[in-house]
């Protein structure tokens, strides 16, 4: 089996910052692209950040360029999603997901491996 668990979600005041991580177990991450997903209530979800861990080519969608860090540590299995200057517009249920190539993108529709989510709450 493999799966992605993402954690690290919680209520925030805007401003603030948060450190998602997605742990991926039965795979191994430097085969894989993983990337950051949210969707708001009534949303459409939305590709947030993508890493290629092999070579950690990275990007980002345009409204969090500046604010979100994606990063992997691949000893350790795990990729994170490092957010900054959070406004209540980040409010959504974040996911992380994994996809066998070495590029990925934002499009959710390529990943076949996903985490459960974590929601992400901030406050005005």
């Known amino acids: 089996d493999c799966s992605a668990a993402g954690v690290g979600g919680g209520l925030v005041q805007a401003g603030g910052s948060l450190r998602l991580s997605c742990a991926a177990s039965g795979i191994r991450l430097d085969y894989y692209g993983i990337g950051w997903f949210r969707q708001a209530p009534g949303k459409e979800r939305e590709g947030v950040a993508w890493?290629?861990?092999?070579?950690?080519?990275?990007d980002y969608a345009n409204s969090v360029k500046g604010r979100f860090t994606i990063s992997s540590d691949v000893a350790k299995n795990t990729v994170f999603l490092r957010m900054t200057s959070l406004s209540p517009e980040d409010t959504a249920v974040y996911y992380c997901?994994?996809?066998?190539?070495?590029?990925?993108?934002?499009?959710?529709?390529?990943?076949?491996?996903w985490g459960q989510g974590t929601l992400v709450t901030v406050s005005s």
């Open positions: 997901a994994a996809v066998r190539s070495y590029y990925p993108s934002l499009g959710a529709h390529e990943y076949d491996i």
């Open positions: 890493i290629s861990t092999n070579d950690g080519r990275r």
